[in-house]
């Protein structure tokens, strides 16, 4: 069946920056601060949901890219958040972007942080979806076995899939068999997936912050200036809601919407009125 998003027909374009060739879409009307969005752990840019892609765009310029060795942008594959930011940081200049406004989901949340206090200059507003800060958090419930299983899977199916990213009500897992079937588009165009060096080095990544001590998070959480939107699903078995709690206290200027009966993919469950969350903040 033919796709009637429009985030579906935007085109691949390429840019080319220090370390890599750049893959990214556009989407919405130019002109402003664009915002760019930061994909999550094994996610490339043909797993946004395009109905979220369709809100987020309607009136406002939207980037979608893929990191350095990920997805359909070539390069080394990082393996740190330096790396990941670093990242990030060369795709916004290579677009010769002044400034941009930050959407990062899951580890891209992280990863929008870390730029943010490397380069505060080029960002303007951060809006952090189903993650946290740069460690552990205390006292935030650990990874259970089966994520944790489901993380290391090359091949996680839809049942492993919904269960990272729904909690199991019906009216959740019936959202998200919507999503899969939103990016099933997407991806039966035969796009590169993440490869398993590329997901080893995010899992090495993780690993590194959750060993960082809480006085160093803190620090990071404090060296942002930036106004933060921080969002998440109250039942987010990946990035507990508890870790955006513990965050905003240690932020300057945030603000802290949790969504009931929704998990790690809330944004894409509450597309329509999170991305009108989104369109408030950043027109404040």
């Not at 033919?2 to 085109?11: G, I, P, Q």
């Not at 890219?65 to 990941?84: A, C, I, K, W």
């Not at 899992?203 to 969002?231: G, M, N, Q, R, S």
């Amino acid at each position: 069946m033919m796709s009637t998003y429009l985030a579906d027909k935007a085109e691949d374009l390429t840019v080319d920056g220090p370390s890599a060739r750049f893959t990214y879409r556009r989407m919405g009307p130019q002109g402003g601060v664009p915002l760019v969005l930061l994909n999550r752990f094994r996610g490339t840019i043909d797993w946004w949901d395009p109905e979220f892609l369709d809100y987020l765009a309607a009136d406002r310029d939207v980037i979608v890219f893929d990191n350095v060795g990920v997805g359909y942008t070539d390069g080394e594959p990082r393996d740190s958040l330096e790396g990941f930011a670093q990242g990030a940081i060369e795709f916004i200049e290579a677009l010769g972007l002044v400034q941009a406004d930050l959407l990062g989901w899951s580890l891209g949340g992280i990863v929008a942080q870390r730029v943010a206090v490397r380069r505060p200059e080029l960002v303007r507003r951060l809006v952090v979806a189903g993650s946290g800060p740069a460690g552990w958090v205390p006292d935030a419930p650990p990874f259970s076995e089966k994520v944790l299983g489901i993380m290391a899977k090359p091949d996680a199916d839809l049942e492993d899939m919904l269960y990272l990213f729904y909690p199991e009500t019906q009216a959740a897992r019936s959202s998200g068999r919507e999503h899969f079937d939103h990016v099933s588009t997407r991806l039966a165009s035969g796009g590169p997936a993440v490869s398993e060096t590329a997901a080893q080095g995010m899992l090495t990544a993780a690993a590194t912050l959750l060993a960082a001590p809480f006085d160093e998070v803190v620090a990071e959480l404090e060296a942002i200036k930036h106004p933060v939107l921080y969002a998440n699903g109250l039942n987010d078995v990946m990035i507990p809601a508890h870790n955006s709690y513990v965050a905003v206290q240690h932020l300057d200027n945030a603000t802290l919407v949790l969504y009931t009966g929704a998990g790690h993919a809330f944004l894409f469950q509450y597309a329509k009125a999170f991305t009108k969350q989104i369109a408030d903040f950043l027109a404040a």
